[in-house]
T-cell receptor
Framework: DSGVTQTPKHLITATGQRVTLRCSPRSGDLSVYWYQQSLDQGLQFLIQYYNGEERAKGNILERFSAQQFPDLHSELNLSSLELGDSALYFC????????????FGEGSRLTVL | GQQLNQSPQSMFIQEGEDVSMNCTSSSIFNTWLWYKQEPGEGPVLLIALYKAGELTSNGRLTAQFGITRKDSFLNISASIPSDVGIYFCAGHAINTGTASKLTFGTGTRLQVTL
């Protein structure tokens, strides 16, 4: 158990819909990262937050947005969903910004039909 | 997005064999890390390397941070069935302020047969 909690674990929805994925980082970790992993693909970095502020953006679509709340949990909002958005979405947290050591949650599997 | 070149893409080996995989980049990194992902789970950190030339072991795993800071390798000795999974390298570069960039490799899928 990494200490990072993601909900929901599985989500099935239709094209055009909007979903919210939630992440609670490890206790004490200030950074939260979101990654997307499509079938048999690597990990694509979406966005990073540090102590409530956006710090880095990767290949995140304009239809996607995220935020980190004062209690440090984070939400990833995916809207106007398309079939190609079907993927595993991972949240990771870290305390140190110096070493890149991330602790990943178990992921939220999104299926868009 | 940017990804590291990781090879091989997949390996099918017999239990007891040694495994070697590597990762190369056109960019210099401050830290190299190796993660393992098992089916249905998130990646788990195996080894972190902080200095060029550093050689670090974790049980049957040994990893090295290349002298040029642009590559790293991971060796697994005497493989066992529970070594099955996808192994990802990752390079970490420190940007300004509190931003940092972690780039993942394309992964090496390891299958171990009895």
């Amino acid at each position: 158990d990494s200490g990072v909690t993601q909900t929901p674990k599985h989500l099935i929805t239709a094209t055009g819909q909007r979903v919210t994925l939630r992440c609670s980082p490890r206790s004490g970790d200030l950074s939260v990262y979101w990654y997307q992993q499509s079938l048999d693909q690597g990990l694509q970095f979406l966005i990073q937050y540090y102590n409530g502020e956006e710090r880095a953006k990767g290949n995140i679509l304009e239809r996607f947005s995220a935020q980190q709340f004062p209690d440090l949990h984070s939400e990833l909002n995916l809207s106007s969903l398309e079939l190609g958005d079907s993927a595993l979405y991972f949240c990771a947290s870290s305390f140190s910004r110096v070493t890149g050591e991330l602790f990943f949650g178990e992921g939220s599997r999104l299926t868009v039909l | 997005g940017q990804q590291l070149n990781q090879s091989p893409q997949s390996m099918f080996i017999q239990e007891g064999e040694d495994v070697s995989m590597n990762c190369t980049s056109s960019s210099i990194f401050n830290t190299w890390l190796w993660y393992k992902q098992e089916p249905g789970e998130g990646p788990v950190l195996l080894i972190a390397l902080y200095k060029a030339g550093e050689l670090t072991s974790n049980g049957r795993l040994t990893a090295q941070f290349g002298i040029t800071r642009k590559d790293s390798f991971l060796n697994i000795s005497a493989s066992i069935p529970s070594d099955v999974g996808i192994y990802f390298c990752a390079g970490h570069a420190i940007n300004t302020g509190t931003a940092s960039k972690l780039t993942f490799g394309t992964g090496t899928r390891l299958q171990v047969t009895l």
